[in-house]
T-cell receptor, first 117, second 112 residues
Framework: GAVVSQHPSWVICKSGTSVKIECRSLDFQATTMFWYRQFPKQSLMLMATSNEGSKATYEQGVEKDKFLINHASLTLSTLTVTSAHPEDSSFYIC?????????????FGSGTRLTVV | EDKVVQSPLSLVVHEGDTVTLNCSYE??????LLWYKQEKKAPTFLFMLTSSGIEKKSGRLSSILDKKELFSILNITATQTGDSAIYLC????????????FGGGTRLMVKP
């Protein structure tokens, strides 16, 4: 089935540094990729929608200069957390729609746990 | 404003019990409702519902959608400790972005 590979699974970085998270669709083309953030014991919050070849659409309250999203190809989308701070520590998950017409689903990456110290 | 609300927030039951999780929504351009189970990592897909009144079933889990009353339920019968997880409900839209809006989730704990 359709698989989204997300890397890294976990990362610890120092405050002020940048971290890049990659999501690759392995056996399908992901025109659109969604980036979610999850705080402990909370549901997923949509951060942005990335479309191949165009600028990402950010949800209200999400800083686009801090969370840089690039979707340069149909199989790769990246999220870069710039100048990370401890409050950016979270679980980040990407997701892509799979299929067309009325019978589509969504597949998720395995998530990246970011800890900023 | 589009809204997806799940209840209860959390639930503790004993093995063998039956649980019903609720998801109600107020959205424009509704296309589908999806249920996910999330344990330690990313959510895993359970069901997608698009038509009212048709029950989807997988083992001990089943789900049904009521598009008139704008809600869905997820039933788990004969619960096991392995059912302990966060259950997420999400609504998909008929729009170009095809994004999902998630409910707050229900945390289920099944005790032996």
């Amino acid at each position: 089935g359709a698989v989204v590979s997300q890397h890294p699974s976990w990362v610890i970085c120092k405050s002020g540094t940048s971290v890049k998270i990659e999501c690759r669709s392995l056996d399908f083309q992901a025109t659109t990729m969604f980036w979610y953030r999850q705080f402990p014991k909370q549901s997923l919050m949509l951060m942005a929608t990335s479309n191949e070849g165009s600028k990402a659409t950010y949800e209200q309250g999400v800083e686009k200069d801090k969370f840089l999203i690039n979707h340069a190809s149909l199989t790769l989308s990246t999220l870069t957390v710039t100048s990370a701070h401890p409050e950016d520590s979270s679980f980040y998950i990407c997701s892509a729609r799979v299929g067309t017409g009325p019978f589509y689903g969504y597949t998720f990456g395995s998530g990246t746990r970011l800890t900023v110290v | 404003e589009d809204k997806v609300v799940q209840s209860p927030l959390s639930l503790v039951v004993h093995e063998g019990d039956t649980v019903t999780l609720n998801c109600s929504y107020e959205v424009t351009n509704f296309r589908s409702l999806l249920w996910y189970k999330q344990e330690k990592k990313a959510p895993t897909f359970l069901f997608m519902l698009t038509s009212s009144g048709i029950e989807k079933k997988s083992g001990r889990l089943s789900s049904i959608l009521d598009k008139k009353e704008l809600f869905s339920i997820l039933n788990i019968t004969a619960t096991q400790t392995g059912d302990s997880a966060i259950y997420l409900c999400a609504v998909g839209f008929n729009n170009a972005g095809n994004m999902l809006t998630f409910g707050g989730g229900t945390r289920l704990m099944v005790k032996p």
